[in-house]
Nanobody, 125 residues
């Protein structure tokens, strides 16, 4: 059973940066067999896709506007989300999700089978 753990969240001032990590364990397969997605959920709002990576495909939500970069280090079983130029609207709990797939990735919540517990990101002065 694949398990995902997010880390790297915290409080940052507007214009600042954070790097989130999603570390996988518990699977006999390497992480590169999985598509990984990053999602976020702000209070009172639905969970939305931020970025995903899989089988050579990378996608970003329109609101990212080239501020975020997703990457993976298969030797560490970890996917990263580098977030720059953060603004208060980026405040949310950020989740990573995974699906065993060799067919790209998806921005849809329902496509993923495994979820982490989330990490809080707060952007405030």
């Amino acid at each position: 059973q694949l398990q995902l753990v997010e880390s790297g969240g915290g409080l940052v001032q507007p214009g600042g940066s954070l790097r989130l990590s999603c570390t996988a364990s518990g699977s006999t397969l390497d992480l590169d067999h999985y598509a990984i997605g990053w999602f976020r959920q702000a209070p009172g709002k639905e969970r939305e896709g931020v970025s995903c990576i899989g089988d050579g495909t990378i996608k970003y939500a329109a609101f990212v506007s080239r501020r975020f970069t997703i990457s993976r280090d298969n030797t560490k079983n970890t996917v990263y989300l580098q977030m720059d130029s953060l603004n208060p609207e980026d405040t949310a709990v950020y989740y990573c999700a995974a699906r065993l797939s060799q067919d790209g990735c998806s921005e849809y919540v329902s496509w993923y089978n495994y979820w982490g517990q989330g990490t809080q990101v707060t952007v405030s002065s």
